[in-house]
């Protein structure tokens, strides 16, 4: 499946920021599943790649001017092999046993997994976690924020794809097995859209598999990849800080075609 894809980001401020630092992790890596065909940034100054600790393709825009507006835009075209459920590791997969903030698991999450895998550690085991958890923690808009940590919203019974990876890490990281948060696109069945994601990889079988919480699928063919980590902050396409500005509003924009 070939997608064109077009990601644009405005930032708008109250006031003039100073100065600020982005870090964007908005270009994918190609790998067994997904071939990057070709992918740009158009960004307001020129800016130089690198490589984060994950292997994630990593570009820091600094100004250092004052301004009262800032616009990305991520584009390009990607072929996804909609049979390739596996993807192989280039680095040792033990680092994604260590917990964070947003990751730590509370007796009741160790809990919850030992109940729903016992001693299975399998794809099996994994995806019965999976479904409990997207039923324990139906999707609910609005009812968490960014910094919410996996323990609270498995205590509230209530997220978004981003609460649903967390606690998911949470679990199979407490049962031995090296998981990581993947941002990305999901691309809908529906209608030519792709919409910013979030979803977990577990290494089983000595590979990493996708497991995508917030729609029960095990099977990667509608997502695009575009950078993993421990947790939320280490994934996210876009962070940064900024001195002045005031009030912050952001609109994003995502479209995709069909080739």
């Not at 077009?6 to 109250?14: G, I, V």
């Not at 600790?53 to 507006?69: A, E, F, M, W």
């Not at 192989?88 to 509370?106: M, W, Y």
């Amino acid at each position: 499946m070939k997608l064109s894809i077009r990601h644009d980001t405005t930032y708008s401020y109250a006031s003039d920021v100073r100065n600020s630092i982005q870090f964007l992790r908005l270009t994918p890596r190609s790998s067994e599943r997904q071939r990057i065909l070709e992918w740009q940034l158009d960004l307001p100054c020129k800016v130089n790649s690198q490589i984060d600790p994950y292997g994630n393709i990593l570009h820091v825009l600094t100004l250092d001017k004052p301004h009262g507006h800032l616009a990305l835009t991520a584009s390009g075209r990607v072929e996804i092999d909609p049979d390739c459920e596996w993807e192989a590791g280039s680095q040792s997969p033990l680092p994604f046993l260590r917990s964070s903030h947003l990751t730590q698991a509370c007796d009741a999450l160790k809990a919850f997994a030992v109940q729903h895998c016992g001693e299975q550690r399998d794809r099996a085991a994994l995806t019965a976690l999976m479904q409990a958890l997207a039923e324990h923690m139906p999707y609910s808009p609005g009812a968490t924020s960014v910094g919410t940590t996996a323990i609270e919203a498995f205590a509230g019974a209530a997220g978004v794809c981003q609460d649903h990876t967390h606690a998911f890490l949470a679990c199979a990281r407490s049962l031995g097995i090296p998981a990581r948060y993947v941002s990305g696109y999901l691309c809908t069945e529906d209608q030519d859209h792709l919409a910013s994601h979030a979803w977990a990889e577990a290494w089983v079988d000595q590979a990493w598999y996708s497991f995508d919480i917030t729609n029960r699928l095990t099977r990667p063919e509608r997502h695009l990849k575009l950078a993993i980590g421990l947790d939320y902050l280490d994934a996210c396409p876009i962070r940064g800080v900024r001195r002045g500005g005031g009030v912050e509003s952001m609109m994003a924009n995502v479209q995709v075609q069909r080739q």
